[in-house]
């Protein structure tokens, strides 16, 4: 069965504090995983899209890579604006335009 | 700035009631779906349309019932509501084509009482 596992499922940084959220995934095929960051109480909102295997997105504080079998998003000098949950999903062929999602990591950034 | 909007922020309703929730999009997308979000379990399926007038079920969609009659368009029916419905909905849109991500409304808090 197709899965996606985030890790860890919550996690507290002191702002500054670098780190790294963890993405797996057993699917066949994929053809596009995606990161989005949800705030509280709002729709998740797109981050970054990797296609394949060695590719690499960054915007501001934040930077994505994927292998064959997971994800990271890479938290550099987080800020407490960067506290959300952050979801992964990846994309399955044969589905018809179905994503699947992992239930996210909440990032907490303490001042 | 394209959008899908969802019509209600917040909703409270009664066991048994019909409930309908809205979501327009303006981004001429093809494929549109609804989701519930609750705690610990992530956001699931409830059903997804890839045409005017077209449905497919998603993973959980006993209770639910969804009507699309223009592209824009997509409506999610609770048909008795009841308090398990009590959840975070949320809809999202996207092109045809390999790969493009959802673009999400901002969600649809329903209490059911």
């Known amino acids: 069965e197709d899965q996606v596992t985030q890790s860890p499922e919550a996690l507290r940084l002191q702002e500054g504090e670098s780190s790294s959220l963890n993405c797996s995934y057993t699917?066949?095929?994929?053809?596009?995983l995606f990161w989005y960051r949800q705030d509280p109480g709002k729709g998740p909102e797109f981050l970054f899209t990797l296609y394949s295997a060695g590719e690499e997105k960054e915007k501001e504080r934040l930077k994505a890579t994927l292998t064959k079998k997971e994800s990271f998003l890479h938290i550099t000098a987080p800020k407490p604006e960067d506290s959300a949950t952050y979801l992964c999903a990846v994309l399955v062929p044969n589905t018809g335009n179905q994503f699947y999602f992992g239930t996210g990591t909440s990032l907490t950034v303490i001042p | 700035d394209v959008k899908v909007t969802q019509s209600s922020r917040y909703l409270v309703k009664r066991t048994g009631e019909k409930v309908f929730l809205e979501c327009v999009q303006d981004?001429?997308?093809?494929?549109m779906f609804w989701y519930r979000q609750d705690p610990g379990l992530g956001l699931r399926l409830i059903y997804f349309s890839y045409d005017v007038k077209m449905k497919e079920k998603g993973d959980i969609p006993e209770g639910y019932s969804v009507s699309r009659e223009k592209k824009e368009r997509f409506s999610l029916i609770l048909e008795s509501a009841s308090t398990n419905q009590t959840s975070m909905y949320l809809c999202?849109?996207?092109?045809?084509?390999?790969?493009?991500?959802?673009?999400f409304g901002s969600g649809t808090r329903l209490t059911v009482v």
């Open positions: 981004m001429d997308h093809e494929n």
């Open positions: 999202a849109s996207r092109p045809t084509g390999n790969p493009y991500g959802y673009t």
């Open positions: 699917v066949s095929g994929l053809r596009g």
